[in-house]
């Protein structure tokens, strides 16, 4: 019978099951996400060689003029290594982690979730999804306060392939892209995307500036994307700290680029 069993607990019948346990749902990237994995063994002892955490997301390419969706880890983290688990034995992990500061923001259709896995010797190995909130902390938050304060409101966010010169250490970048709804830039921008990323203490912004066609000369620029004009701007803590100042401060960059 313990062949049977062993023979089942080898392609997922009757074998070691994982239920992770997340302290809570919502978190910043920097914060420490804390938990336990739960292990309820199986019909048969198994091995388990480690058990990892990985913090997952998902983001588009283009193949073929067609957006294909992608999945990847931002990071991965083993809670635990070299494990014996009995016959209908349970066993409790508790791990800790920091989220990076690449997590993305699920803003828009942007899921982020930790996937337990468990790596069994000879077996179908047991996987676990738990889907979390992360929200933009203080910095993040007052780049879009500083846009909208100058009358953009976000319409988009997602995940896309990053560029070649981006790809250091994620191969995505979150894109934010937002309308003028009111102010200096109504009907005079198309749109406005901006994609975020750490710098110190500070964060380094890549604008899109997306310029409104005008007559004909404006249409030939739109068919050819010479209507856009890409900014690259470092800001440092001072300025993350007033929102309306860091506003006027990108009205007066984004003018010269019009």
Avoid at 38 to 49: M, P
Avoid at 185 to 204: A, H, N, P, S, W
Wanted: glycine share 6%; charged share 25%; with cysteine.
């Amino acid at each position: 019978m313990s062949f049977v069993n062993r023979m089942f607990a080898s392609v997922g019948i009757g074998a070691a099951k994982v239920d992770t346990v997340l302290d809570k749902d919502t978190y910043y990237p920097g914060e420490n996400v804390t938990g336990t994995v739960k292990i309820y063994g199986g019909k048969v002892e198994q091995d388990i060689d480690h058990i990892t955490l990985y913090v997952m997301t998902e983001y588009y390419r283009e193949v073929d003029d067609k957006k294909v969706r992608e999945t990847t880890a931002v990071a991965k983290y083993t809670a635990a290594s070299q494990l014996k688990i009995a016959a209908n034995q349970n066993e409790e992990i508790p791990f800790s982690f920091t989220l990076p500061s690449e997590t993305p923001y699920t803003i828009g259709h942007t899921p982020v979730w930790i996937k337990t896995g468990l790596d069994i010797q000879m077996a179908v190995d047991p996987t676990d999804n738990d889907y979390i909130k992360v929200l933009p902390d203080a910095s993040a938050s007052a780049v879009f306060e500083a846009v909208e304060h100058i009358g953009f409101k976000l319409r988009k966010a997602n995940c896309e392939l990053a560029p070649r010169y981006l790809r250091s250490h994620m191969p995505f970048v979150q894109e934010f892209e937002f309308v003028p709804m009111s102010g200096a830039f109504y009907r005079k921008l198309d749109e406005l995307e901006v994609i975020m990323m750490r710098q110190g203490t500070g964060i380094e912004l890549l604008l899109e500036i997306d310029k409104k066609a005008k007559g004909l000369f404006g249409m030939l620029e739109e068919a050819m994307d010479m209507d856009e004009r890409k900014v690259r701007v470092s800001l440092t803590q001072t300025q993350l700290q007033n929102p309306q100042v860091l506003g006027r401060e990108l009205e007066q960059l984004i003018q010269r680029y019009i």
